[in-house]
């Protein structure tokens, strides 16, 4: 994960590319409010009925406010969450933190954003209210410099919360005028003769925005005349069978409803069948995947293509073409589909469709990871996060235990190395919890629970780990699985200071011939931690046989994750015996592969050994740059060169060579330069000109 720009700038705002219609009076007191020179209030919340145009009022007003916030503007969608307590880990991916340690996420990201200004845009907080109050109200005091927008159904009700309520549109002026722009988007321009029917129709609809798009494209199919006639009727008994449960909820939310409901009328039987069972996914989804999950009884696989064109076509799907996962409902249409699939009976059913389609991929990347695959399943988790999330929580409600825990292997073994460290912690102790017998599920979730203490640092868990992987391992008897176990022992020996005993440890491991799966990644593993710890050890040149050994075999496989590692240790080895020349390029190519596969710790140690070569080679001005990159790199994993003391101390005698060679003021200067830039940037610049 990294650190994310939008037009050059920090922050993952996402552009806004439709029109944007009305709410002047509402833009201009929002960008006032977020505006730090002019709003006394940190937290504001943007209060209103579901549709009501929430998300893209706040989105609109960020935008415009992006200038007073040097550290970014960062956008965080809550409502793909399923569960309690993930608010915090949402947070930390939406702000592309890499975090690998264990404290609680709000000190982590009050450490990362102390000293910073940054606009925190939390969206669809109404369904986990109490988690946002809780992160709200314990990062607010520690960070000055941060301002939170909230979008939700209600207040959080917080001391010092500002809340804006947004009404629907004036139906006189803005919602026909938005009316008006979507028909013209539909094809049908409306002319001055057409304004009475528009206003009866943006009246009937209470002048809610989504009410008024959903209108809007049926004008495709239907005159002016008839889409006023048809909104006048009452609808169909099974419809207000399903309005029923809002009927004490407030008056616009049941007209956003019923116009919802109107459109569900006017699609055809397979369209709302199609429409209930996508539902179940959270964030977005592709064709192969609608298919997958959705087939199935009247629905054959083969009709989902053109049903799905025809829902894009009603405004029911939301079809992004630059998205890698390129279809989404908005959350008050899924809201809708979601109950007309519990008034069908299938919302189980549905429900273990997509837990088994997202099991079935998980195992597959798993079986493919120490392949040359490798970059493109990288891609694939980060993009399917929130299903992944959604699927593996699903399996963990589920009495199937075995299931749970297959599934809980493979999803936390792709977070894992994927950096989403928190998330596989957080589904592996669920799972290993469960009452699942032993077999290979079960040592390779206990490898991946292992794995994941070490990354982040929590030497006794991964110690407790390895015992337990060990007992797994050997009653299973892969040989493989049996190697595996001995990274997360010797790993733990190492960066406990015990080098001597790593190096026993791992050097002692059998070399048998390389999967090309989850625990083939496991073997290669074991090598490259032994040459690091014949590197803290100062063994160079063992340390680089080693190395090379790996990168060998990394290029066999077609992986990049292990073989990057290596790459940086060559890189150091080469440094450490004067070969300046090779250490660059070593260090280069380590830098490319661990920004591959958007590893940060990786990207990290790289940039640190660059930056030592380069200024090994005279250029003390671009190396103290590299360094500015590179802290702010460190910034994101939570643990500065991981808290070895090596790493700090090596990293230390950098800084210093380089002060000494151009001074402290062009030092502070290129070094503040570089800390300025983001991630993406700041990497390009380091792989092509450092």
Same mark, same amino acid.
């Given at each position: 994960?990294?650190?994310?720009?939008?037009?050059?700038?920090?922050?993952?705002?996402?552009?806004?590319?439709?029109?944007?219609?009305?709410?002047?009076?509402?833009?201009?007191?929002?960008?006032?409010?977020?505006?730090?020179?002019?709003?006394?209030?940190?937290?504001?919340?943007?209060?209103?009925?579901?549709?009501?145009?929430?998300?893209?009022?706040?989105?609109?007003?960020?935008?415009?406010?992006?200038?007073?916030?040097?550290?970014?503007?960062?956008?965080?969608?809550?409502?793909?969450?399923?569960?309690?307590?993930?608010?915090?880990?949402?947070?930390?991916?939406?702000?592309?933190?890499?975090?690998?340690?264990?404290?609680?996420?709000?000190?982590?990201?009050?450490?990362?954003?102390?000293?910073?200004?940054?606009?925190?845009?939390?969206?669809?907080?109404?369904?986990?209210?109490?988690?946002?109050?809780?992160?709200?109200?314990?990062?607010?005091?520690?960070?000055?410099?941060?301002?939170?927008?909230?979008?939700?159904?209600?207040?959080?009700?917080?001391?010092?919360?500002?809340?804006?309520?947004?009404?629907?549109?004036?139906?006189?002026?803005?919602?026909?005028?938005?009316?008006?722009?979507?028909?013209?988007?539909?094809?049908?321009?409306?002319?001055?003769?057409?304004?009475?029917?528009?206003?009866?129709?943006?009246?009937?609809?209470?002048?809610?925005?989504?009410?008024?798009?959903?209108?809007?494209?049926?004008?495709?199919?239907?005159?002016?005349?008839?889409?006023?006639?048809?909104?006048?009727?009452?609808?169909?008994?099974?419809?207000?069978?399903?309005?029923?449960?809002?009927?004490?909820?407030?008056?616009?939310?049941?007209?956003?409803?019923?116009?919802?409901?109107?459109?569900?009328?006017?699609?055809?039987?397979?369209?709302?069948?199609?429409?209930?069972?996508?539902?179940?996914?959270?964030?977005?989804?592709?064709?192969?995947?609608?298919?997958?999950?959705?087939?199935?009884?009247?629905?054959?696989?083969?009709?989902?293509?053109?049903?799905?064109?025809?829902?894009?076509?009603?405004?029911?799907?939301?079809?992004?073409?630059?998205?890698?996962?390129?279809?989404?409902?908005?959350?008050?249409?899924?809201?809708?589909?979601?109950?007309?699939?519990?008034?069908?009976?299938?919302?189980?059913?549905?429900?273990?469709?997509?837990?088994?389609?997202?099991?079935?991929?998980?195992?597959?990347?798993?079986?493919?990871?120490?392949?040359?695959?490798?970059?493109?399943?990288?891609?694939?988790?980060?993009?399917?996060?929130?299903?992944?999330?959604?699927?593996?929580?699903?399996?963990?409600?589920?009495?199937?235990?075995?299931?749970?825990?297959?599934?809980?292997?493979?999803?936390?073994?792709?977070?894992?190395?994927?950096?989403?460290?928190?998330?596989?912690?957080?589904?592996?102790?669920?799972?290993?919890?469960?009452?699942?017998?032993?077999?290979?599920?079960?040592?390779?979730?206990?490898?991946?629970?292992?794995?994941?203490?070490?990354?982040?640092?929590?030497?006794?868990?991964?110690?407790?780990?390895?015992?337990?992987?060990?007992?797994?391992?050997?009653?299973?008897?892969?040989?493989?699985?049996?190697?595996?176990?001995?990274?997360?022992?010797?790993?733990?020996?190492?960066?406990?200071?015990?080098?001597?005993?790593?190096?026993?440890?791992?050097?002692?491991?059998?070399?048998?011939?390389?999967? =090309?799966?989850?625990?083939? !990644? %496991?073997?290669?593993?074991? +090598?490259? @931690? #032994? &040459?690091?710890?014949? /590197? *803290?050890?100062?063994?160079?040149?063992?340390?680089?046989?080693?190395?090379?050994?790996?990168?060998?075999?990394?290029?066999?496989?077609?992986?990049?994750?292990?073989?990057?590692?290596?790459?940086?240790?060559?890189?150091?080895?080469?440094?450490? =015996?004067?070969?300046?020349? !090779? %250490?660059?390029?070593?260090? +280069?190519? @380590? #830098? &490319?592969?661990?920004? /591959? *596969?958007?590893?940060?710790?990786?990207?990290?140690?790289?940039?640190?050994?660059?930056?030592?070569?380069?200024?090994?080679?005279?250029?003390?001005?671009?190396?103290?740059?590299?360094?500015?990159?590179?802290?702010?790199?460190?910034?994101?994993?939570?643990?500065?060169?991981?808290?070895?003391?090596?790493?700090?101390?090596?990293?230390?005698?950098?800084?210093?060579?380089?002060?000494?060679?151009?001074?402290?003021?062009?030092?502070?200067?290129?070094?503040?330069?570089?800390?300025?830039?983001?991630?993406?940037?700041?990497?390009?610049?380091?792989?092509?000109?450092?």
């Amino acid at each position: 994960m990294s650190d994310k720009t939008t037009g050059g700038r920090p922050g993952n705002l996402t552009p806004q590319t439709r029109s944007f219609i009305g709410r002047a009076r509402e833009l201009d007191l929002l960008e006032q409010e977020l505006d730090p020179g002019i709003g006394i209030d940190r937290l504001v919340s943007l209060v209103g009925a579901g549709g009501v145009g929430k998300t893209g009022l706040a989105l609109r007003a960020a935008g415009r406010a992006e200038h007073h916030y040097p550290d970014g503007v960062w956008q965080v969608e809550l409502s793909p969450l399923h569960t309690a307590g993930l608010v915090g880990l949402a947070v930390v991916e939406a702000l592309g933190l890499s975090d690998r340690s264990t404290r609680p996420v709000p000190e982590v990201v009050a450490e990362w954003a102390a000293g910073k200004r940054l606009l925190l845009v939390l969206d669809s907080c109404e369904h986990v209210l109490a988690d946002c109050v809780a992160f709200i109200e314990t990062l607010l005091p520690l960070l000055p410099g941060l301002r939170v927008l909230v979008t939700s159904r209600e207040p959080l009700g917080l001391p010092g919360e500002r809340v804006l309520r947004l009404d629907p549109l004036p139906v006189a002026d803005d919602a026909v005028a938005l009316f008006a722009d979507r028909a013209a988007d539909a094809g049908f321009p409306l002319d001055a003769a057409d304004r009475p029917t528009a206003e009866a129709v943006c009246r009937r609809l209470d002048g809610i925005p989504l009410a008024l798009e959903l209108a809007a494209v049926r004008l495709a199919d239907l005159t002016l005349d008839q889409l006023c006639a048809l909104l006048g009727e009452r609808l169909p008994s099974r419809l207000d069978l399903l309005a029923a449960r809002d009927a004490d909820g407030p008056p616009r939310h049941q007209t956003l409803r019923t116009a919802i409901g109107w459109s569900h009328e006017l699609c055809a039987p397979l369209e709302r069948l199609l429409w209930a069972r996508l539902s179940v996914f959270a964030g977005g989804f592709c064709p192969r995947a609608a298919e997958d999950v959705c087939a199935g009884g009247p629905l054959p696989a083969g009709r989902i293509p053109g049903l799905l064109a025809r829902l894009v076509e009603q405004s029911i799907v939301r079809r992004h073409r630059d998205d890698p996962s390129p279809y989404r409902l908005l959350d008050t249409v899924r809201e809708f589909g979601a109950d007309w699939l519990r008034a069908l009976g299938e919302e189980h059913t549905v429900r273990l469709r997509h837990r088994d389609h997202y099991r079935r991929l998980a195992r597959e990347g798993c079986a493919e990871w120490n392949t040359g695959r490798q970059a493109a399943w990288c891609e694939r988790t980060l993009t399917e996060h929130a299903n992944l999330r959604a699927a593996v929580d699903c399996a963990l409600t589920e009495p199937d235990g075995p299931a749970a825990l297959q599934m809980a292997a493979d999803v936390a073994f792709l977070w894992r190395h994927c950096g989403a460290l928190r998330e596989a912690q957080h589904c592996l102790d669920l799972a290993l919890a469960t009452d699942a017998p032993a077999g290979p599920d079960r040592t390779r979730a206990a490898w991946t629970r292992g794995a994941v203490a070490l990354l982040q640092g929590d030497l006794e868990a991964a110690a407790n780990w390895a015992v337990r992987c060990a007992d797994a391992a050997n009653a299973q008897g892969d040989p493989v699985a049996v190697v595996a176990v001995v990274y997360i022992r010797g790993g733990q020996l190492a960066l406990s200071g015990r080098l001597s005993e790593a190096i026993e440890v791992l050097d002692a491991a059998p070399r048998l011939p390389v999967r =090309r799966d989850a625990l083939g !990644a %496991a073997q290669l593993q074991v +090598r490259v @931690a #032994l &040459a690091f710890a014949h /590197l *803290l050890r100062g063994d160079d040149e063992r340390a680089r046989a080693v190395a090379e050994e790996v990168r060998a075999a990394s290029r066999a496989c077609g992986e990049s994750w292990t073989g990057a590692f290596a790459d940086g240790i060559v890189a150091q080895a080469d440094l450490n =015996r004067g070969d300046v020349a !090779a %250490a660059v390029a070593n260090a +280069r190519t @380590a #830098l &490319a592969g661990h920004a /591959l *596969l958007h590893n940060t710790v990786g990207a990290a140690m790289a940039l640190d050994v660059l930056a030592a070569g380069v200024v090994a080679a005279g250029d003390g001005r671009r190396a103290a740059r590299l360094l500015g990159i590179g802290e702010r790199v460190w910034e994101l994993t939570g643990r500065a060169q991981m808290d070895s003391p090596d790493l700090i101390a090596t990293r230390r005698s950098h800084e210093l060579r380089v002060r000494g060679e151009i001074g402290d003021r062009a030092y502070e200067q290129a070094y503040a330069r570089g800390r300025a830039m983001p991630y993406e940037e700041g990497l390009d610049f380091a792989a092509h000109g450092g």
